[in-house]
T-cell receptor, first 116, second 115 residues
Framework: DTGVSQNPRHKITKRGQNVTFRCDPI?????LYWYRQTLGQGPEFLTY????????KSRLLSDRFSAERPKGSFSTLEIQRTEQGDSAMYLC??????????????FGEGSWLTVV | AQSVTQLGSHVSVSEGALVLLRCNYS??????LFWYVQYPNQGLQLLLK??????LVKGINGFEAEFKKSETSFHLTKPSAHMSDAAEYFC?????FGGGNKLTFGTGTQLKVEL
């Protein structure tokens, strides 16, 4: 168990540029989540996958955001035409849908995005 | 729908004193409750969780929490604070019935530990 891995850990980009974050979940976990956290706030749910299927998207996920999990393993979160309001930490998490796992969601270290 | 309210965005205690961080939840179905800790510039680490069974749950680093259904509360306690406990703490709720177990978080409580 190597934990949830995210990269890059930090990204500074100019407004209007596209950015992509990658998440590698815990290997046996079939569920993968993306959250966004701004300073002084708790994480907010963006979207989740079960295997390769994207089952739910938050209204926070505008059409500039797209997430994929093509083979049910790693996932990418792309933000197109970044805006200053996109500056936040993007957290990836994973879990198993099997009850024996205890439904625990494990988080990665997060990817900080700063839009200048 | 589910929600979490954490009373007190900042809590300050002396080293060795009792830590009490408050969490109240709202859920239309039986909840699963979690406490996570976040150190600066890091992700979230699970402290403890309640799913079913014993209502007093023990976690890492000497923390524990008690699920009280009648009070819709899941307060986090630690008998004796240590300097290394200074961090931000988040209470979160989810449930088993659909929705992929996605978590709804409170706004967090920043714990400061003073000498």
């Amino acid at each position: 168990d190597t934990g949830v891995s995210q990269n890059p850990r930090h990204k500074i980009t100019k407004r209007g540029q596209n950015v992509t974050f990658r998440c590698d979940p815990i290997s046996e976990h079939n569920r993968l989540y993306w959250y966004r956290q701004t300073l002084g706030q708790g994480p907010e749910f963006l979207t989740y996958f079960q295997n390769e299927a994207q089952l739910e998207k938050s209204r926070l996920l505008s059409d500039r955001f797209s997430a994929e999990r093509p083979k049910g393993s790693f996932s990418t979160l792309e933000i197109q035409r970044t805006e200053q309001g996109d500056s936040a930490m993007y957290l990836c998490a994973s879990s198993s849908s099997f009850r024996a796992s205890g439904n625990t969601i494990y988080f990665g270290e997060g990817s900080w995005l700063t839009v200048v | 729908a589910q929600s979490v309210t954490q009373l007190g965005s900042h809590v300050s205690v002396s080293e060795g004193a009792l830590v009490l961080l408050r969490c109240n939840y709202s859920s239309s179905v039986p909840p699963y409750l979690f406490w996570y800790v976040q150190y600066p510039n890091q992700g979230l680490q699970l402290l403890l969780k309640y799913t079913t069974g014993a209502t007093l749950v023990k976690g890492i680093n000497g923390f524990e929490a008690e699920f009280k259904k009648s009070e819709t509360s899941f307060h986090l306690t630690k008998p004796s604070a240590h300097m290394s406990d200074a961090a931000e703490y988040f209470c979160a709720v989810t449930h088993l019935f659909g929705g992929g177990n996605k978590l709804t978080f409170g706004t967090g409580t920043q714990l400061k530990v003073e000498l």
